[in-house]
């Protein structure tokens, strides 16, 4: 039974750094085809992507936050950590962390288990 | 990048009724595309990926369909717990992931 679940401070402050962890348990990052991804929502609004690590490392961020967001992964502690730097009160949303299936054969891929969600509020 | 549209943005039904959900990407991604289910304060539910294929467990009025640009997802028969929000998420790219803005699915 694969879970996941995102840790981390709910409030920050403008110009602060998040890290948030997820903690993962029936799969393993060293296996070929996994990733872990994080998501974002604001209050009310769209799904947003924001990074994703595989389990070869290859890392992938999205482009218009690429310079502020840093993913890493822990195997044996069967964690990933995201970084985001120079908080705005516009990043206040629920980050969720997802279990990526990658499809090797097909190259199809999706977000199959995902964590329950954490509500960051950047505010002062 | 690849940009997904999807429309409506919202859209009323009643229970019973047949709901065509529509996703449109901005360059052709054959058939890189999911379809996701998110209920209020809930996570996301894979429901399709690879534009057809169920995921296990999903019921089978759900259904989706499309290539290339264009994309649908069909609910045969509403029933009251599908009222939710659907998205459409491409996975064509192996730089960046990008989902659709979401469609509400309302009571009428």
């Known amino acids: 039974q694969i879970t996941l679940k995102e840790s981390g401070p709910t409030l920050v402050k403008p110009t602060q750094t998040l890290t948030l962890t997820c903690t993962f348990s029936?799969?393993?990052?060293?296996?070929?085809?996994?990733?872990v991804g994080w998501i974002r929502q604001p209050p009310g609004k769209a799904l947003e992507w924001l990074a994703l690590?595989?389990?070869?490392?290859?890392?992938r961020y999205s482009p218009s936050l690429k310079s502020r967001l840093t993913i890493t992964k822990d195997t044996s502690k069967n964690q990933v950590v995201l970084t985001m730097t120079n908080m705005d009160p516009v990043d206040t949303a629920t980050y969720y962390c997802?279990?990526?299936?990658?499809?090797?054969?097909?190259?199809?891929?999706?977000?199959?288990?995902w964590g329950q969600g954490t509500l960051v509020t950047v505010s002062s | 990048d690849i940009q997904m549209t999807q429309s409506p943005s919202s859209l009323s039904a009643s229970v019973g009724d047949r709901v065509t959900i529509t996703c449109r990407a901005s360059q052709s991604i054959s058939s890189y595309l999911n379809w996701y289910q998110q209920k209020p304060g809930k996570a996301p539910k894979l429901l399709i990926y690879a534009a057809s294929s169920l995921q296990s467990g999903v019921p089978s009025r759900f259904s989706g369909s499309g290539s290339g640009t264009d994309f649908t997802l069909t609910i045969s028969s509403l029933q009251p717990e599908d009222f939710a929000t659907y998205y459409c998420?491409?996975?064509?790219?192996?730089?960046?992931?990008?989902f659709g803005q979401g469609t509400k699915l309302e009571i009428k």
């Open positions: 997802a279990h990526r299936r990658w499809l090797l054969d097909t190259g199809y891929s999706y977000f199959d288990y």
């Open positions: 690590i595989y389990w070869n490392d290859d890392k």
């Open positions: 998420q491409q996975s064509y790219s192996t730089l960046w992931v990008t």
């Open positions: 029936g799969f393993s990052l060293s296996t070929s085809g996994v990733g």
